[in-house]
Structures are given as structure tokens and as C-alpha cells.
């Protein structure tokens, strides 16, 4: 296959020759079948398609030749606004359901019933409790647990009075704007029933009323998001910094390989925990390497944060594990898993296995999930996968060389420990006065998916390079933060190598002070999807610090290659939350110039963030940077 040919679809030198031999072998890819699937419906592109009702689907000439209403009279604007609105919808339906996963587990936990998940970080019990206003002084962790977990799932219902994982967790500021608009959820679900009902036939046609709903129900996809990152890092530990290596470099021939993939660290965790116990079972089966644990998407950066399992790949690339041979089982949960992996079973010996009720693939094995009897399942899928491993095909192993050492771990209380060793009394300091001094002019977050539309990890890599080259401080999250471990940026080197002089000398003062003997590395990898939330407590810690609002912050957002509709909901409530935000990929929006122009501009009067779409990754620094230079400069700085 052409050179060029490869990296119109990944940069990454390990996912090239895989597709080469996906190519070889005749194996379909999603790439293929992106290509399959052109022309694309330009209606849909647009956002100007609607099958809300029988009637339907309608269609809004772009062009003003045609149909300009639908059956029912809703014009482009109220098209558009709908299907974004519902599409925030499944965002937020996809964080608050892990959210709430984890939240039954935690009840569960505190009233004896799952053994195999006992409170690992009781500190952050305690301060998410204080935080919500329970009191607990004289409690076990145990009535802790099981008030937090009580208060967790009272946050689904109809309830009265603001979500307290929305309201506890952003600026006094964030929380007047919010009321002032009407748009401060109150139960998750109910945001979500409430936008489900409005984009109903014949319910909401004002497309500015709607957008309101939408930030509403965005900011139900933070609070869910937060939930889920706390009673994660409360039931399985708070991460800390780790060292490991990634990319598909990380299988070994001799081991059973075994990958983790999907979003919820509920039974990945355990698999972690329990492998140790199975070892010398693998190497009975033949494998003197014992059993290899590598992660795929946000279950694979739940457990590199807490425990280094090497990452392997992200997002689009997950078929690609499976065609260098040695993956002897892939066990999911849910969401970004695609359901061709079980096309790819028939040519190779893999076990697909899925585990959650609400998650199943035709074609898979489904060896779900007993929480309360975590530990035996994770043994009986790991034994399934050793299985599997006397019946590999060696004409189809192929592993590629590429790996590179990654450093990640850095949850927000990793950052402020680390800090610490600048300031101890006033850990926030340091970094505000290099925001002042201009050592750091600002901070970008990185976050979302790859797109298969969108040359792999390109727009990420081509961005953070040019950021850092500007001295600004990144953080990053989800396939992302993958992205930047598969090409070296995790790394005090890559410090070295790409940050502008300002930047490099704070990330070596911290990393010296910190006792790494050189910088940290030149971008912090902050988790999964989920744990976007923790970069906005670092934000609104330095608001608050500052007495300022999160929109008068030089800090900014960018899903250079936005995929999901979970990336569509986060970057609703980031814009919500006062944040320039950036989409690579251009929404399905274009159809409406008012929609458009209402995220793009006019939200910057009512929430002080607002949308950048730009397919340009230099391009998109630019304004990045001028957003950023534009609130420096607010500041009088």
C-alpha cells in the first residue's frame, strides 16, 4: 500500500502496518469501510435530516430550491437544533450511566454485599462527602461509603434543588450564570427525559430555547462525569504518577495477551488485582511469559492510570490489535467498542468477550459481569483467554515494534502533590505566577476521540507540538492523552525536545523540585473521558485563587478529532463552563447558520466559552492562542 496512502489514515508507524496487513490478508478496517459508505449523506452532514416521526425522514434543502419546512413545519434551524440536542442526549445518557454503574457498586460495597470492592482511598471518601455536606467526624467508612453512594443515586432521580456534583465542583460565578439562564440540572435523569421530550414531534421548535436545553443537559454530562471520576478513584485508588511503555511494541509472543477495552474500570480493575493469581496457569498452557496486560480506549487509561498497564492503541485502531495475532482475548464493557470486532473472530483465534448486560455483540462470548462475585469472573475470563492461546495461528502473528515509554497518572491531586515541592504552604502559587510572568501562557486541554476522517492522531500530534512550542501548558484526557503516549510525548524528553523555553523551565522546576531529575513530562495524562472533570477542578481551583470566574481564565479546550456523542456533550458543557473550545471535525450543524453563529458566537455573550470548529490543526493554534491572549490580556496580564 502507498506511504501516503497510510498516513491519510494513521500517522501512527505501528497502526501502518497493521492496515498494510489487513491489506494483505484481505480483512476489512473501518477505514475500508468509511470508504464504502462515501458519497455521505450530505443532508445528514448538515444536520438537516429528521426522522423524529413516521412522517419522515425530511429533508431542508441547503441550496433554498427545495423543501425549506418538514411535514410538520420545522424549518432548518429547529432540524438542527433537535438532532444536536439529542445527540448531547446520548452523550450524557453514556457518562451518567458508568456513573451510575459505579454508584450501585458503592452502595453495594458499604453494605457488605460486594466484597471484591472495598473503599481503596478512604482521603477522597472523606473530602467528596465534606464537599457534598455530609458530616464525618465519627463515621466508619463504611457509613460514609453508603452515604455518598445514597446521595450519588439521589442525583439520578427528580429531585428538587441544583445537582450537587454540578453546583459543589465549579465557581460561585459558574453557578449565578447557570441560574440567571435557567439551566442548572437538577436530576441526571430527568435532563436527560426532559431533552428526550423536548425534541418529541411537536414539542420544542425554538431553536435558542432548545440550545438553552442542550447546555442544561451538557452540564447533567459534567455532573455525571465528575460522579464518575470520584467513585472510581474511591473505589480503586487515586492515581499517582507511573512509568510504562506504549503502543502495540507493549505484546509479547510468549505471553497470553490479554486486552482491556471500553470505559468502566468496574471489572478491568479487578482483572488487574486477580492476574498474578493466574499466572502460573498461563505458563502451563505454554506461555513463558505468563499473562500481559495491555489497555484499548478509556478502560485502558483507567487501569495505565492506577496500575501502568501499557497502553496499546485507541479508538479507531482497536481492530488492529486483533490482526497482529497474539491477542488472545479482548474483553470489553461499553461504548467505543465496535461491533466488527466479532468480523474479525472468523480469521483469527481472539476471543471477543463481552461482560455487561447492556453491552452484547452478536458473534461474541458473553461472560458477564457478577459484581458480587468479582473475582471468579475475572478468573473465568482470564482462563478463557489462556485457552486461547494454545490455538493462535503463527502464519498470522505480526507484532510491531513501536513503543515508546509513557509517564501518566497525574489526577488532580498528583498535580497539586507535585507542586507541593515548589510551594508546600500554597501549592497553587508557582503555577499562577508563571501564568502572570508568561513562563506559561496558558492552558489547553485536550480531550476526545479519533475519526476515521481524520488522518490518526495527526491534528493531535500537529497541535500539541505547536502549543507547547508557545509555551502553553497541556493537559489531556481519553484516546487523546493515547495518541500523545503512542508518539513520545509523555516524556520529560519530549519536554526537551518541543516545549518553548518558558514552559520548559517550569516543567523542570516542578519536575526537579518533585525529585525526577529532570522536567516532567510535556503533557500531563489526566485519565479517561470521565476525568475531564479533573482538569476542572485545577481550573476552577486557580478561579477561585484569583477571585475570578472560569471565563476570564486563559484556558482553553480542543477534541481535534471529536467522534462520539460523548464529545459533543463535553464540548457543550466545557463552552458551558466558560472555555474556548475547539472541534476538529466539523459538527453536523452547518445546515443552520443561527445554530452555528449561536455556538460559535453568540454563546460567548451568554456563557463566556463558545465553539472553534477548524479542520486546520495550525490554523486552529492560531485562534487557540489568540482565545488564550485575548483572556491574558482581560487578566492585564
Known sequence: MDKDILS?????????????????????TIWDRLENQQPQCGFGELGLCCRNCLQGPCRIDPFKGGPQEGVCGANADTIVARNLLRAIVGGTAAHSGHAKHLAHILAKSAQGK????????????????SRLGIETEGKSIEELAGEVARL??????????????????????????????????GGIDSAISELMHRTHYGVDADPVNLLLGGIKCSLADYAGCHMGTDLADILFGTPQPVVTD???????????NIALHGHNPALSDIIVQVVKEMEEDARNAGASEGINLVGICCTGNEVLMRHGVPPLTHSVSQELAIITGVIDAMVVDYQCVVPSLANLMECYHTKLITTMPIAKI????????????????????????????????PEKINIPDNKCTSIAGFSTEAIVEALKKVDSEDPLKPLIDNIVKGNILGVCLFAGCNNAKVPQDENFVTMA????????????????????????????????????????????????????????????????????????????????????????????????EAMTEKAISIGTWAISGGLPTHVGVAPNVLGSPLVAELLTEKAKELVGGYFIVET????????????????????GL
Open 465 to 560: 507540538k505547536e502549543m507547547a512550542k508557545n509555551n502553553v501548558l497541556i493537559l489531556a484526557t481519553g484516546c487523546g492523552a493515547g495518541s500523545f503516549a503512542r508518539h513520545g510525548l509523555l516524556t520529560p524528553q519530549a519536554t526537551e525536545d518541543y516545549a518553548g523555553e518558558g514552559l520548559k523551565a517550569v516543567l523542570t522546576a516542578i519536575g526537579e523540585a518533585a525529585g525526577l531529575n529532570g522536567p516532567l513530562p510535556l503533557i500531563l495524562h489526566m485519565g479517561s473521558c470521565v476525568d475531564n472533570s479533573r482538569a476542572v477542578d485545577i481550573a476552577v481551583a486557580v478561579a477561585n485563587k484569583l477571585d475570578v470566574d472560569l471565563d476570564k481564565l486563559p484556558v482553553v479546550a480542543s477534541a481535534p
Open 8 to 28: 491519510q489514515k494513521s500517522i501512527d508507524k505501528a497502526c501502518q502496518s497493521m492496515i498494510k496487513k489487513s491489506e494483505k490478508e484481505g480483512i476489512e
Open 114 to 129: 460486594y466484597k471484591d470492592y472495598p473503599v481503596k482511598d478512604p482521603d477522597k471518601l472523606k473530602a467528596v462527602a
Open 246 to 256: 506504549a503502543n502495540m511494541g507493549v505484546l509479547k509472543e510468549n505471553a497470553v
Open 616 to 635: 486546520d490543526p495550525l490554523k486552529a493554534c492560531e485562534k487557540l492562542l489568540e482565545a488564550i491572549k485575548e483572556r491574558r490580556k482581560g487578566l
Open 362 to 393: 452478536a458473534g461474541a462470548e458473553h461472560m458477564e459481569l457478577n459484581e458480587e462475585n468479582a473475582r471468579e469472573c475475572a478468573k473465568d475470563i482470564i482462563k478463557s483467554a489462556i485457552e486461547a492461546y494454545g490455538k493462535r495461528r
Open 152 to 185: 450519588a443515586l439521589e442525583e439520578f432521580s427528580d429531585k428538587e434543588g441544583p445537582n450537587l456534583w454540578a453546583a459543589t465542583t465549579v465557581t460561585k460565578g459558574r453557578v449565578e450564570t447557570f441560574s440567571k439562564l435557567g439551566v442548572v440540572p
